[in-house]
């Protein structure tokens, strides 16, 4: 339990389990006021249990809610990167899918620098070498792999 709560950070509380908790008790207001008919009447009887599941679906909709958005903003800069290298006149339903997803996951582009490359280059190397694991750093989203890299070197120092 001690080593549990030990990786449990403010990452994690304000990152995942936050945007959890406003979800759900969003969902408990709309959709079942009621505990009972959520969870049964045998399982209201135990307050612990019923905190413990909770806590877990929270936790569970704050992962799935940062994934979303992690996603959307990745989604959003290679459209907007590729809508400054290619611009066409797109069609009408092109448009509002792109003013969705604008209005829903616009992060800040930061300029694509010689600094910028090549800390986002230092960084891909040091995974490779650090997880051994060679094209890791092309999977993931420069902030992906920002916080994978912040991950390794805070658990080998």
Not at 122 to 151: C, K, M, N, V
């Amino acid at each position: 339990m001690k080593d549990f709560l030990e990786k449990f950070t403010l990452t994690e509380f304000f990152a995942y389990l936050c945007p959890g908790v406003i979800l759900f008790c969003s969902f408990a207001l709309w959709i079942a006021s009621d505990l009972n008919q959520v969870l049964g009447s045998k399982l209201e009887k135990h307050p612990l249990v019923v905190a413990f599941i909770l806590l877990i679906a929270c936790y569970a909709l704050g992962l799935i809610v940062t994934a979303w958005g992690s996603s959307g903003a990745n989604l959003y800069v290679r459209e907007y990167l590729y809508r400054r290298v290619r611009p066409r006149r797109a069609g009408l339903r092109e448009q509002m899918v792109w003013l969705v997803r604008r209005f829903l996951h616009e992060v800040p582009v930061p300029r694509q620098t010689r600094s910028m490359v090549d800390g986002q280059l230092r960084i891909a190397e040091d995974l490779e070498s650090y997880a051994g694991l060679p094209g890791l750093s092309a999977l993931q989203s420069p902030w992906d792999r920002l916080t994978t890299y912040r991950t390794i070197i805070a658990d080998r120092l």
